[in-house]
């Protein structure tokens, strides 16, 4: 069987359940199983025969992904109570410039929501393009002390990137009832993807405790770009690594998460990609574009360029593999696109390449003994 023949509903099934035991941390897991599929096939039955309709709040109305919602007023925010979160499948959701939302903001308050998101790990895998999606689509919420921003047990309906303020996490004890405090967030983070992501209820309660303010994006929003931008980002790197003869001793679900552990990187033509001496922290692969490999030899300020890689081919391994500095520079030699894998996930993914890439060690020596006449890499550190 290959990935192609596992049906997709099934890894859905399987993340959610996955998390759902993570939050709840049940003592018989195979007792907690039986219980939650159970509850969670009455709830869908319920859901596909209108049943759920009645359980929603009279001031909302139920909307399709086709329809998105006005922005609440500021002083208000509605939460859904027992609507199942409806299936996305990014696949079939065309690009439509129909969907997508923007809220106007200043070019002060863009600033502020960049540097805000720059470092969430949900977006590290966006272009330059997406997080301009991301930064339209969110709007700014102002929240008061003892505020309840999210409920434990709500359908997710916001995600949210605080810019200020401190708010308070708890989680109810299933056995007594009672809210436990678990941690808090204190004028940086975010929260509420969790829900939005596997279609499960809040896992958690958040509290603002001062006044402060977030910058929330709708489920709908929130879905459509970051599960649509993962998939059309494995879409492109399957076809990218499937062009890397190096990586056919990949089965499909190894060249599926080596897929999902890259992340973009572009350079301009002349930026410096790896600079010869520096520690490694990572490698990369040739999305397009075209690169100079150039050394400097002992003593010597002058770069030779010893090679030239573009579309389809990778560098930078060679560190990883030695456990040694940059044996050598790259420069673009024109507007470049990378997929970039960082030290630890290739530690993890590439051990069935190693061996295949160690023989292109000896290619590279012979290249800089015709070049520098050096016979070992390890003299240009």
């Known amino acids: ?101 923007i809220h106007p903001k200043s070019d002060e308050q863009r600033e502020i929501l ?11 895998s966006l272009d330059a393009s997406q997080m301009q999606d991301v930064l339209d689509a969110m709007f700014e919420r102002r929240v008061v002390p003892n505020e309840i921003v999210i409920q434990q047990g709500d359908d997710g309906d916001y995600f949210y990137v605080i810019q200020s303020g401190t708010y308070n996490i708890f989680v109810r004890n299933p056995t007594t009832g009672d809210n436990m405090n678990v941690g808090k967030y204190e004028n940086h983070g975010s929260f509420g993807e969790l829900a939005l992501l596997y279609n499960q209820p809040r896992a958690a309660t958040i509290q603002a405790t001062t006044d402060g303010s977030l910058w929330a994006m709708n489920r709908q929003t929130f879905r459509r770009i970051v599960l649509k931008s993962a998939h059309k980002k494995r879409v492109v790197y399957e076809k990218l690594l499937e062009s890397v003869p ?19 990187k572009e350079f301009k033509e002349g930026d410096c990609i790896i600079k010869q001496g520096d520690s490694a922290d990572g490698m990369y692969f040739l999305e397009d574009g075209t690169v100079s490999i150039r050394v400097r030899s002992e003593g010597s300020e002058e770069e030779k360029e010893i090679s030239r ?66 016979t070992n890499i390890s003299d240009l550190r």
């Open 1 to 101: 069987m290959n990935r192609h023949d596992v049906p997709p509903e099934l890894t859905n099934l399987l993340m959610e359940f996955t998390v759902s035991v993570l939050v709840e941390r049940p003592e018989d897991i195979l007792a907690y199983a039986a219980k939650y599929f159970t509850n969670l096939h009455e709830q869908r039955s319920a859901s596909t025969n209108g049943g759920s309709q009645q359980n929603v709040e009279n001031d909302e109305a139920i909307y399709s992904d086709e329809d998105e919602p006005e922005p609440p007023p500021p002083t208000r925010f509605n939460r859904r109570k027992s609507v199942f979160a409806e299936h996305y499948d990014p696949a079939e959701d065309e690009d439509d410039e129909a969907h997508r939302i």
């Open 309 to 374: 890689f573009t579309n389809g081919t990778y560098f930078g391994e060679l560190s990883l593999i030695t456990h040694k500095p940059r044996a050598a520079s790259v420069y673009a030699c024109s507007d470049v696109k990378t997929a970039f894998l960082d030290v630890e996930a290739f530690e993890r993914l590439l051990g069935n390449c190693v061996e295949i890439m160690k023989r292109n060690i000896t290619h590279y020596e012979e290249q800089l003994v015709a070049i520098l006449g050096s």
């Open 246 to 264: 190096m990586l056919s001793s990949l089965n499909a679900y190894e060249r599926m998460n080596l897929c999902d552990a890259l992340m973009p």
């Open 114 to 124: 960049a540097m805000a998101v720059k470092n969430i790990l949900l977006f590290r």
